[in-house]
């Protein structure tokens, strides 16, 4: 049963390789951006910039295999591919705050910066996902 399932969440075709590298990319950039507003250069404090993504890419990994982020439905169309990957971020935007609120990682998660990060993270990768699928 667990082959099966995992077979419907992840489709091993070179594309999901190419989604999986992106997605990675556009974590990065969205997150960075983040640290730059705040005066936190990434490049300068790499180790600080790790643990700020670190619950976020928890948070997607894991989403990933509940939503179905790299199955071939979520790169059928645009339309799929735009709903997949709003909703896996929505997801993993929520574990990552909860994750950042605990003692693991530095900084807090406020109401605020929950609905800033999901909500500016929703047009990433929403935007992204969107264009990958026009362009396959």
Do not use: C, K
């Not at 999901?16 to 705040?38: F, P, Q």
């Not at 591919?81 to 950042?100: D, E, K, N």
């Not at 929703?122 to 396959?136: C, D, E, K, P, Q």
């Amino acid at each position: 049963m667990s082959s099966v399932f995992g077979a419907r969440r992840f489709d091993r075709s070179s594309a999901t390789a190419g989604l999986a590298i992106g997605d990675l990319l556009v974590l990065s950039i969205l997150l960075g951006m983040g640290s730059l507003r705040h005066n936190e250069n990434p490049i300068e404090v790499p180790l600080l910039f790790a643990d700020t993504v670190a619950p976020f890419l928890v948070g997607w990994i894991v989403a990933s295999v509940i939503v179905g982020a790299y199955s071939a439905r979520a790169q059928r169309s645009v339309r799929d591919a735009a709903l997949f990957g709003g909703g896996t971020w929505i997801v993993a935007s929520l574990i990552g705050a909860g994750l950042r609120a605990t003692p693991l990682f530095h900084g807090n998660a406020p109401l605020t910066f929950v609905a800033v990060v999901t909500g500016i993270g929703l047009v990433f990768f929403v935007v992204w996902r969107g264009l990958a699928a026009a362009v396959s």
